[in-house]
């Protein structure tokens, strides 16, 4: 497997920048995130679950598989139809955006190498070209394929709900995801693994009643 890294450094930067999120890393400790660096099987695999649980995910993600013979690639996929990649209980939608995926990657019509040598926002213009990929895919694609350390992703709802539960915001406008992601930057990634944690009640942590710092 590999993992996000990062470490004292970058831990070190956060907690100087906000007493309350220090608060939340020396509770959480370490955590751990791991990467997965084949950015078309992480764009196809988020494309396969989108609005199913979890547990449907796992099922429909372990059928696509045994029909390409384990390999998630782009003529893995040119080679079936629309029709048995439904089979694998894909939705006719799903199957046609990810078919489309791999003739755009096999055409030539997306460089996914290319991205790495792109900016974040390069990056996200790029992949929300794609039928089925939209803003917060993009992001995701940015921390968790290829390892940007500066996202803070103002449409994912936890990170939304983290937020809230650090500084008591009733809720979270597009300029205080600005206003947070400039003072994380540019470790801003990390900062939302320790979010992540607080909004699935991962860290046992309680805001303070009084303002003793500036939000």
């Known amino acids: 497997m590999v993992y996000f890294e990062y470490g004292d450094k ?9 007493k309350r999120l220090a608060a939340v890393i020396e509770k959480a400790g370490y955590i751990r995130r791991e990467l997965y660096p084949d950015i078309f099987v992480s764009l196809v695999n988020s494309i396969a679950g989108q609005q199913i649980s979890r547990k ?3 099922s429909v993600w372990q059928r696509f598989l045994a029909l390409l013979g384990g390999k998630v690639t782009p003529q ?25 995926l791999a003739d755009k990657v096999l055409t030539g019509g997306l ?3 290319g991205l790495t040598r792109l900016s974040d926002e390069e990056v996200c213009a790029e992949l929300v070209k794609l039928d089925g990929i939209g803003r917060w895919t993009a992001e995701m694609q940015l921390i968790f394929s290829l390892g940007r350390t500066n ?37 801003a ?25 500036k939000n």
């Open 56 to 58: 449907a995910k796992a």
């Open 10 to 18: 970058e831990l070190n930067y956060l907690k100087k920048k906000n």
């Open 76 to 100: 893995a996929i040119n080679s079936v139809t629309e029709e048995e990649l439904r089979s694998c209980g894909l939705s006719g939608r799903k199957a046609a955006y990810i078919k489309r």
């Open 151 to 187: 996202i803070l992703s103002g449409g994912d709802i936890a990170i939304q709900n983290g937020l809230k539960l650090l500084y008591g915001h009733k809720k979270i406008t597009p300029a205080l995801v600005a206003k947070y992601h400039k003072r994380y930057s540019p470790y």
């Open 111 to 113: 460089d996914l190498a």
């Open 189 to 213: 990634s990390i900062a939302s693994f320790y979010l992540w944690a607080l909004a699935n009640g991962d860290v046992d942590y309680e805001r303070p009643k009084r303002k003793t710092e």
